[in-house]
């Protein structure tokens, strides 16, 4: 496979979509307006909880807050003077990406904060960390940024909602690489639970696909260099180099691969990416890569009317996570709009079971069983620099995966 140049960012698809929450199902037309309010503390607070400082900053971090308050204009807007929440404030704090950060941060959001619910958490060991908080607490959390299986597995809990992608997903990808001539795989990943649960399922998919994993190499989180690893990785010669790093990290190993010259005998698998990583290190140096991007800006009108709106007020292009966050807000707010409260068990029961459409979700379904939100994602490939045609036009749309192809079934380990 030495003669293959191409780079694959692993992962399965993307998604995509707009049509504002208003087409989210659930109780037609809203509730009626004569419904009063019944609202802790007579108004709705939303927690921002992610990475404000760190690897994870620029794919979520404080634009993540703009994402949330177009949720808020659009909701205020819409229902004008019938808003059941009428009063709609965001907190918001940093996790440093340490679950004992997030755990305390959660807890102080509840208590003290008085937050009705959590979004984002990035970093799957802090994820993780939030959800047992939200479920000792009972308020809801809904995960935008981790990818974790254990969030709708032996983990998941009734207050707790994994909304963007998650590993399974995301390991759809290797069969195609396999396939491509990829046989052997050496992976290196960050030693905690994301690159834990990406290692499993990726050698998974390897394994199915007809593929064999030479190594799996744990790395510090997070780490600047990558260069001992990288050599260990090409050591016993395998087909592909699989990093499952994501944010900062990625954009490390990334640079540092194509410097080790073993570009030239071994292709590049990236397990996650996020279009601010293209933009982060450049489009020559992910050209051809193929990825599963869960969301992108420039995939039809719709999500381009979106993403400008979101330029004018941040002066860059959304990731997917902050047009999930801009979904998981608005749909929080839509589910009080029906029930007339914001009692957390009141939401689950709007939420549970709901076909949605909006930026993010196309095709969506917030499934009862496991709390696992699916919907349509996307093959997407970086283009050359020569197809750019305008700033952070990186990405080509391959392939439409269907939802219920491009996630598992409902997790057996959960138990809500």
């Not at 982060?280 to 420039?298: C, H, I, P, Q, R």
């Amino acid at each position: 496979m030495a003669h293959i140049r191409r780079n694959f960012a692993i992962a399965g698809v993307a998604v995509g979509a707009i049509m504002l929450a208003g087409c989210a199902g659930g109780a037609p037309g809203g509730p009626p307006a004569a419904v009063e309010s019944e609202l802790s503390d007579d108004k709705v607070i939303i927690g921002l909880l992610n990475d404000q400082s760190g690897v994870y900053k620029d794919l979520s971090g404080p634009n993540s807050k703009v994402a949330m308050q177009m949720a808020i204009d659009d909701y205020n807007e819409k229902y004008g003077d019938e808003a059941v929440a009428g009063k709609i404030e965001i907190v918001t704090a940093d996790t440093q990406n340490k679950p004992d950060v997030a755990n305390t941060q959660a807890q102080q959001m509840y208590d003290r904060s008085n937050a009705d619910i959590i979004l984002d958490v990035p970093a799957s060991s802090a994820a993780l960390a939030v959800a047992e908080v939200a479920n000792q607490k009972k308020k809801l959390y809904i995960n935008i940024g981790a990818a974790t299986m254990e969030l709708t597995g032996a983990a998941c809990n009734p207050y707790t909602f994994h909304w963007a992608y998650n590993t399974q997903m995301l390991a759809k990808g290797a069969k195609g690489v396999v396939e491509d001539g990829g046989k052997s795989w050496s992976l290196v990943y960050p030693d905690y639970a994301f690159g834990q649960d990406m290692v499993k399922s990726f050698s998974e998919a390897v394994e199915n696909a007809g593929g064999s994993v030479n190594e799996a190499i744990a790395t510090p989180f997070p780490n600047e260099n990558f260069a001992t690893f990288i050599t260990r990785a090409g050591s016993t010669n395998p087909d592909v180099i699989a990093t499952m790093a994501a944010g900062g990290d990625l954009i490390n190993f990334v640079k540092q691969f194509n410097q080790s010259g073993l570009r030239d005998s071994a292709t590049l698998a990236v397990g996650l990416m996020f279009i601010t990583d293209i933009h982060s290190l450049g489009v020559d140096e992910f050209a051809g890569t193929t990825f599963t991007d869960a969301w992108y800006w420039n995939y039809d009108e719709q999500n381009r009317e979106w993403a400008d709106r979101f330029t004018e007020l941040t002066d860059t292009r959304p990731s997917f996570a902050h047009a999930a966050n801009y979904s998981a807000a608005t749909q929080y707010l839509e589910a009080i709009q029906r029930s007339g409260t914001d009692d957390a068990d009141a939401i689950i029961k709007e939420l549970e079971g709901l076909k949605v459409d909006d930026v993010f979700l196309r095709n969506g379904e917030i499934r009862a069983g496991d709390h696992s939100v699916i919907h349509d994602t996307y093959v997407a490939k970086v283009k050359d620099a020569a197809d750019v045609e305008e700033d952070w036009d990186y990405e080509e749309i391959l392939a439409t995966i269907p939802a219920d192809e491009a996630y598992p079934d409902v997790n057996p380990n959960c138990t809500l």
